[in-house]
């Protein structure tokens, strides 16, 4: 079984450039967490969907950031425009349960902003 | 706010050294706390849940204890297949969120 798919696995582009990250969950999974891992802040979480409906986007740094899910197997990370300061590993995982419980992540998304 | 400290940053052992990792929490309510293993370049690798104090859980070398206030993960034996950074999360009762540590970076060398 498939688990979380994300693409692309390495983006380097450079500043005031627009930045789109994809997921693709777990199928059967009804919940969506798009997560930014750095050295010194470690993993942090950016939004939260429950059945494709955003919840929680307090994590959002700022306006630059925002997230979409159309469908139950598809989501969006896009940063318009990215600064260096957005250079960082983000990981999208999937969860049953409406957001309790485990939670499965992707492989990540290493972005470098130049 | 919740809390979770793990200890140390950093662990090297000899194959077959025993050891322990840590897991301090504060949380109003604890839902979970969880433990995953992070490979180089990967994303983190669910290992356990555990819900209540007392209850343990074992995979292989590994086994996740918990208490009121720090959860261990025990290696028994360790091989350096096992070498990672292990992160530990807490799930409040109010929310869904994972609130992690910043992880043990563990090294076995043969």
């Known amino acids: 079984d498939a688990g979380v798919i994300q693409s692309p696995r390495h983006e380097v582009t450079e500043m005031g450039q627009e930045v789109t990250l994809r997921c693709k969950p777990i199928?059967?999974?009804?919940?969506l967490f798009w997560y930014r891992q750095t050295m010194m802040r470690g993993l942090e979480l950016l939004i939260y969907?429950?059945?494709?409906?955003?919840?929680?986007d307090s994590g959002m740094p700022e306006d630059r950031f925002s997230a979409k899910m159309p469908n139950a197997s598809f989501s969006t990370l896009k940063i318009q425009p990215s600064e260096p300061r957005d250079s960082a590993v983000y990981f999208c995982?999937?969860?049953?349960?409406?957001?309790?419980?485990?939670?499965?992540f992707g492989p990540g998304t290493r972005l470098t902003v130049l | 706010e919740d809390q979770v400290t793990q200890s140390p940053e950093a662990l090297r052992l000899q194959e077959g050294e025993s050891s322990s990792l840590n897991c301090s929490y504060t949380?109003?309510?604890?839902?979970?706390l969880f433990w995953y293993r992070q490979d180089p370049g990967k994303g983190p690798e669910f290992l356990f849940t555990?819900?209540?104090a007392g209850e343990e859980k074992e995979k292989e070398r590994l086994k996740a204890t918990l208490t009121k206030k720090e959860s261990f993960l025990h290696i028994t034996a360790p091989k350096p297949e096992d070498s990672a950074t292990y992160l530990c999360?807490?799930?409040?009762?109010?929310?869904?969120?994972?609130?992690f540590g910043k992880g043990t970076s563990l090294l076995v060398t043969p």
């Open positions: 995982a999937s969860s049953t349960h409406s957001g309790t419980g485990e939670q499965f």
């Open positions: 199928s059967g999974h009804n919940s």
């Open positions: 969907f429950n059945n494709n409906v955003p919840i929680d």
């Open positions: 949380v109003s309510g604890l839902r979970g």
């Open positions: 555990l819900y209540s």
């Open positions: 999360a807490v799930q409040a009762n109010s929310g869904y969120a994972l609130n």
